[in-house]
């Protein structure tokens, strides 16, 4: 069974930092991202990173405080969430791609998806 677990969020002030881990079981995907969603909102990609070779690539408001990682040895992924910002209060969800081609940014893009890990910064 092809599982992605998060875990590690949870409630911060702003300018705070938090580590978001992606634990996956059943296969290695070829790239893994972080999206988030915040109530009202459309899902947004956020992070992703090539399983081969370890390439990243960022959303815009992602660059500079946030920082994806990789852990081959466990098959998991992290987000490291620096200097946060109320803005950033949202469900964060983990997902794995079968295939590394095509753009980081798009839903359609990852077929299997985690249960997502609430973050929410206070102001």
């Known amino acids: 069974q092809v599982q992605l677990v998060e875990s590690g969020g949870g409630l911060v002030q702003a300018g705070g930092s938090l580590r978001l881990s992606c634990a996956a079981s059943?296969?290695?995907?070829?790239?893994y991202a972080w999206f988030r969603q915040a109530p009202g909102k459309e899902r947004e990609f956020v992070a992703a990173?090539?399983?081969?070779?370890?390439?990243?690539s960022y959303a815009d408001s992602a660059k500079g405080r946030f920082t994806i990682s990789r852990d081959n040895a466990k098959n998991t992924v992290f987000l490291q969430l620096e200097s946060l910002k109320p803005e950033d209060t949202a469900v964060y969800y983990c997902?794995?791609?079968?295939?590394?081609?095509?753009?980081?940014?798009?839903?359609?893009?990852?077929?299997?998806w985690g249960q997502g890990t609430q973050v929410t910064v206070s102001s």
């Open positions: 997902a794995g791609a079968t295939f590394s081609a095509g753009s980081d940014y798009y839903t359609r893009n990852y077929a299997y």
């Open positions: 059943g296969r290695t995907f070829s790239r």
């Open positions: 990173i090539r399983w081969s070779g370890g390439s990243t």
